[in-house]
């Protein structure tokens, strides 16, 4: 089992709808959660971070973190075509002191 | 946030060479981190260099092959050794900053080995 799960998509959705982005690990102890999106060519930005459980809400943006079911999520709502980018979940594991990155799910909004 | 730079930008270099990757930022911090992003996929930690001790290198990454400096709390660099086409990468660096464990990239180095 992977450390850190997200699909890689592309998910597609239209223009002004919600996108969600999910994530799943298996270190039980993580304790620090974190979205990050990656433009191609670009290097990965730090959009949301999350460290309780519940909802986080940043302009379009709401991170959801449930550590019972090991589950981070990414809400995004009315994508716009700009959001189209690879997002990728990182969890700090305290165990190996570092953050572990998921593969990425590609987001492609479309007009 | 703070400003960080990488140099170079990007490079192509021959096998059995060696490349010395730059990352500089703006602002004083402890923990810089190097990764690797090969074509298409996520990124993998290199190592962890704090200055003032010898860097800690994640399981595959040895110091021979991947020596790194941090003489200062600005600044670090990535040597990257007998360079051979598998080595063909992004090399980004990172730093922690802000609130715990949050950490910002630097434009990343892109290299091709042929």
């Known amino acids: 089992q992977k450390e850190v799960e997200q699909n890689s998509g592309p998910l597609s959705v239209p223009e002004g709808a919600i996108a969600s982005l999910n994530c799943t690990y298996s270190d039980r102890g993580s304790q620090s959660f974190f979205w990050y999106r990656q433009y191609s060519g670009k290097s990965p930005e730090l959009i949301m971070s999350i460290y309780s459980n519940g909802d986080k809400e940043d302009g379009r943006f709401t991170a959801q973190l449930n550590k019972a079911s090991q589950y981070v999520s990414l809400l995004i709502r009315d994508s716009q075509p700009s959001d189209s980018a690879t997002y990728l979940c990182?969890?700090?594991?305290?165990?190996?002191?570092?953050?572990?990155f998921g593969t990425g799910t590609q987001l492609k909004v479309e007009l | 946030s703070a400003v960080i730079s990488q140099k170079p930008s990007r490079d192509i270099c021959q096998r059995g060479t060696s490349l010395t990757i730059q990352c500089q930022v703006d602002s004083q911090v402890t923990m810089m981190f190097w990764y690797r992003q090969q074509p298409g996929q996520s990124l993998t930690l290199i190592a962890t260099a704090n200055q003032g001790s010898e860097a800690t290198y994640e399981s595959g990454f040895v110091i021979d092959k991947f020596p790194i400096s941090r003489p200062n709390l600005t600044f670090s660099t990535l040597t990257v050794s007998n360079m051979s086409p598998e080595d063909s990468s992004i090399y980004l660096c990172?730093?922690?900053?802000?609130?715990?464990?949050?950490?910002?990239f630097g434009p990343g180095t892109r290299l091709t080995v042929t």
């Open positions: 990172s730093v922690e900053l802000g609130r715990a464990y949050e950490q910002y």
């Open positions: 990182a969890v700090f594991t305290g165990g190996g002191n570092k953050l572990t």
